[in-house]
């Protein structure tokens, strides 16, 4: 459906054969090898241009090397070399052949200097790495365009597509990827509409246009988000996941459904192309397992050789993004099975299946940012993992990238000050918290949002005298509120 | 004139103990040289980190918090905010430059004592300079910074993976002999003579046929290469992207990242080492010894468990 709306309109047609035309041409232009270099010789760096470099590839060029606003493209396309020259560059070379631009690099005064060196070498982070993606919390995205088809992405560059407004005179794009007006980023004209290239990792970004000084949303984006503050934001996922199913071409309907989505069983349509059905998506960290829907037959991927024991006497396919942990539980080796049965999984006894080995069992699993709670289930009964010490009742409690850091200071004569917390489900003996220094600390994954927890020293539960905000709770003694930001 | 400068600095930088030294505590004494002590053989340090920097709880005199660990500074700076009560002995300026290789404002400051993870240290000097900057930029409240003077009597491991810092001070009679059992099995790591010059680590590698010299800085969080390099080795450096470096004011000069590849370093082949490719002409001022050619940081220090025998002069850097 999505595909006959889009052809329909002619100018996404166009623009989506120009892309395809790009993408089938990219590789012969690198046979070409239009010259494209940055280089470095005798102190000074430099930058080599084939006259012939396209508009794309030469937008291209000048995001990935922060080389927006001095005057570039001006030379490349009308030969005006003035900006340049007044930042500082030599034009090497400029015919109709090729162009060469050079600039010696410069000495910091005081690099030797201890406070300078530091500063000198700290990492500069790139704009991405600036305004990362919006991921906290999300497992699943998707996107859906009407008449357009979803931004082209081609090594890692998202190539944003405005519709139509060609008579405009400037259009730039601003989003949570650029600090919104911040760094926005100027778009090229097409005679479709407006593009640019914007390299981003996997995640959810929000964005709108800037028309000639007018912020607006995309119009043929169908999924965007109230801000809270009153502002209306069109939501894009970077997507890393594509799922497809090969055959069944005379299938009517086809979703994908899996435990990022509930195992909902109609949320997810696969759209009908070459060969089979196909849907990207953005999946956070994670292990996941999924099936198809085929006109209401619940079948899982043929082309998946991983999958987990399910339920049903059956299978679901198994997805992993990101580096798996090892899971280890030595010895029981007279044991006949061993599963690993935690929140993760929604505390499915028969799903993860550890692998003997000599000295034990094992199983590799990839989760995402978070805490959660497991056990093995060793020939039926369940004990926690030895090898960790944090318990919640008698599951073993793992924090994997934690992202805040609680801090009591003082009670320096305290023996044990725990952390308790809807983070822990209230747990009174899970979260030891460690003294360092003249206080205590323990870091946690805490999602956006807000959290509620108090301090337990040596049995006493107190709020955190750090923070002032507090709410009452059933025992009317308060606990400490806390808000984490997206 | 720099030069000059920097001699008496490090001649004042000594450290000296005149009063009775804690018992059961061991010493390195060199005649006429600093005096350090630990509480144990070895000392195991764990650490912290802000953001690539290694954090260690240390103690000036009275005032207990963060130092961070830098080999690339040549001896204890400690930071103007948190020491300005010290008298200054001896002024760092641009007439007769300084330890720290600065042309701003330092002076020397002594304290009473200092230590850090059980190392201890009587009488010690110190640059005092503002480190606001890292510390705003970190986000933490730093001290000072530990350079190379404090530990060249010392036998130094650093595990990144673990955060811990194990610190073995040699006494002279096992200056030869010894090293710790973690270098026992010597098919674990590669070994790597390094000089100390001027108080920094120096250690060379090779690319293209061109010897490189590096100075080995756990405070570097990115390696650094000589934009001034020949052309051949440039031959061997992809440029990813172009930053502009902010010095002291206003001051901005272009830079970039890269690649390098297939550079022998430490022992073996370095696939594709990442770089920030800037002007280092300003660091000949700053040493007796000449130019440097680029700096090995964290991106390269964090690859494998590191050590320094820093009386044998020796780089261990694990497989």
Known sequence: MEMTVSIRNRSALHHLVCCLALLLYMPV????????????????????????????????????????????????????????????????????????????????????????????????????????????????????????????????????????????????????????????????????????????????????????????????????????????????????????????????????????????????????????????????????????????????????????????????????????????????????????????????????????????????????????????????????????????????????????????????????????????????????MQHSGDEWIFSVHLSAGKHTYEFIVDGDWITDPGNPLFEHNAQRTGNSVLWIEN | MLRNGLIILLVSSAMAADGPLPEHRHTAAPPGDQVVTSDSTTCIIPFTRAGNLILIKGTADTTEGNFVLDTGAPGLVLNLTYFRKYAASQTTAEENGGITGSVRSANRVQLDSFSFGGMHYYRVEGDRISLAHIENSKQVKILGLLGMDLFRHTEMIIDYRKNLLYLHLIKRKESVSYHSAQLDDTTAYHTVPIELTDNKIITYGDMAGKKLKFIVDCAAESNVLDSRLPAKVFDHVTVTRRVLLTGSGTEKVDALYGDLRDIQLGGGKVNSLPVLITNLEQMCTAYNDGCINGMLGFDFLSLHKIGFNFVNQKMYIWK
């Open chain 1, 29 to 432: 232009c690198a046979q070409k090898q239009v010259p494209r270099e940055y280089r470095i010789r005798d102190g000074r760096m430099e930058i080599e241009l084939g006259r012939k470099i396209s508009r794309g590839a030469l937008d291209s060029f000048i995001l990935q090397y922060n080389l927006a606003g001095i005057g570039l493209q001006h030379l490349v396309e009308k030969y005006i070399s003035d900006s340049l020259k007044r930042y500082g560059w030599s034009i090497d070379r400029n015919d109709k052949n090729k162009i060469v631009i050079s600039k010696r690099i410069g000495s910091l005064n005081d690099i030797a200097e201890p406070a300078e060196r530091i500063e000198m070498t700290e990492k500069h982070p790139t704009i991405a790495e600036m305004f990362p993606a919006q991921n906290n919390g999300v497992v699943l995205g998707f996107n859906r365009f009407v008449h357009k088809f979803p931004f082209t992405i081609m090594d890692s560059s998202v190539e944003f597509f405005l519709r139509g407004h060609i008579r405009a005179g400037q259009v730039l794009l601003a989003g949570s990827f650029t600090g919104w007006q911040n760094h926005p980023l100027r778009m090229k004209l097409t005679d479709s509409g407006w593009v640019l290239p914007v390299k981003l990792r996997p995640g959810k970004y929000w964005y709108k246009f800037i028309v000639d000084g007018n912020w607006i949303t995309d119009d043929d984006n169908l999924i965007n988000e109230n801000d809270g503050r009153g502002n209306t934001n069109s939501v894009y996922f970077r997507t890393n996941v594509n799922f497809t199913l090969k055959g069944y071409a005379r299938a009517r309907k086809v979703f994908l459904s899996g435990s990022f989505n509930d195992w909902q069983p109609q949320s997810l349509s696969m759209q009908p192309g070459d060969g089979g059905w196909k849907l990207p998506v953005y999946l956070a960290n994670g292990t996941y397992v999924y099936r198809f829907v085929v006109d209401d037959e619940w079948i899982p991927d043929p082309a998946n050789p991983e999958t987990f024991p399910n339920e049903f006497n059956s299978v679901n396919s198994v997805i992993r993004i990101g580096k798996p942990l090892m899971f280890q539980l030595p010895g029981f080796t007279s044991a006949r099975q061993v599963m690993l049965v935690g929140s993760f999984n929604g505390w499915r006894r028969n799903e993860l299946p550890m692998i003997r080995r000599s000295d034990g069992w094992e199983l590799p699993y990839t989760l995402g940012a978070g805490n959660y709670e497991y056990g093995f289930l060793v020939d039926g009964k369940m004990m926690p993992d030895p090898g960790v010490p944090m318990h919640v009742k008698d599951h073993s409690y793992l924090v994997i990238d934690p992202n805040y850091t609680f801090r009591l200071k003082g009670y320096a004569n305290a023996k044990n000050v725990i952390l308790s917390g809807d983070f822990d489900g209230w747990s009174p003996n899970t979260i030891h």
